[in-house]
């Protein structure tokens, strides 16, 4: 590809720069920018300042992916931390972290972030096999959430998948008599009456 003269690149990026605020979404900018610092070669530059919020897609798990093709010689863990800086809800980035198979960074964003409370409870579902300790983590995490009266559209069936996901995660570590216990306090805590209380009566009886 044949890369435009550094004066032209300049000018390039500041004509585009300066359309900011003349109906032009912010995004179509940044994208503008990143291209035209890619095509001059100048990939760090352009994925310090525009490559995170140029290519935003619907999905944490989305967006990773393209900006980790868009940029192959950056660590995919660095991109992740990036991404969860940059945009502060850490558990956006969860699912991306756990296809990836980083599950030590998957667990702390479920820990410091706002996953969705079935997402952790299919990944404790999915990784019983090849993880038990992160299941059971994540399958805490996500009880403890349903609890709190987290989760979109959440069924009582729901709460006992989790349930059954977490117990099976203690069961192969040998923790499930501690785990049940564990259980109990939270529906003991949790408000009456509430899907979560109703469901564990069931899934525990």
């Known amino acids: 590809m044949q890369q435009r003269p550094e004066g032209k690149t300049e000018e ?3 004509y585009a720069e300066g359309s900011r605020g003349l109906n032009q979404p912010d995004a179509a900018i940044d994208n503008a920018c990143e291209e035209i610092l ?4 100048r990939d760090a530059e352009a994925y310090e300042k525009y490559g995170l919020m140029a290519d935003q897609s619907s999905s944490g798990l989305a967006t990773s992916r393209r900006i980790a093709k868009r940029y192959p010689a950056i660590e995919p863990r660095r991109i992740l931390l990036d991404l969860a800086e940059s945009y502060g809800d850490h558990g ?3 699912a991306a972290a756990k296809d990836a198979g980083m599950l030590d960074l998957a667990l ?9 409370p079935k997402t952790l409870s299919r990944a404790a579902r999915d990784l019983i096999e ?3 300790r992160f299941c059971l983590h994540v399958g805490r995490i996500a009880l403890q959430r349903m609890a709190d009266g987290y989760g979109y559209d959440l069924t009582g069936l729901d709460v006992m998948d989790a349930y059954t996901h977490f117990i099976k995660a203690a069961e192969k570590l040998g923790v499930a008599e501690d785990a049940r216990k ?5 529906a003991a805590n ?3 009456g509430s899907i979560f209380a109703n469901a564990l009566r069931v899934a525990m009886s």
């Open 130 to 132: 090849t993880d038990a």
């Open 92 to 94: 956006r980035w969860f």
């Open 38 to 41: 890619l095509d001059a070669g």
């Open 182 to 186: 564990d259980v109990f306090s939270m």
């Open 190 to 192: 949790a408000q009456k």
């Open 12 to 14: 390039a990026l500041a």
């Open 108 to 116: 702390h964003f479920a820990q410091t972030g706002s996953t969705d």
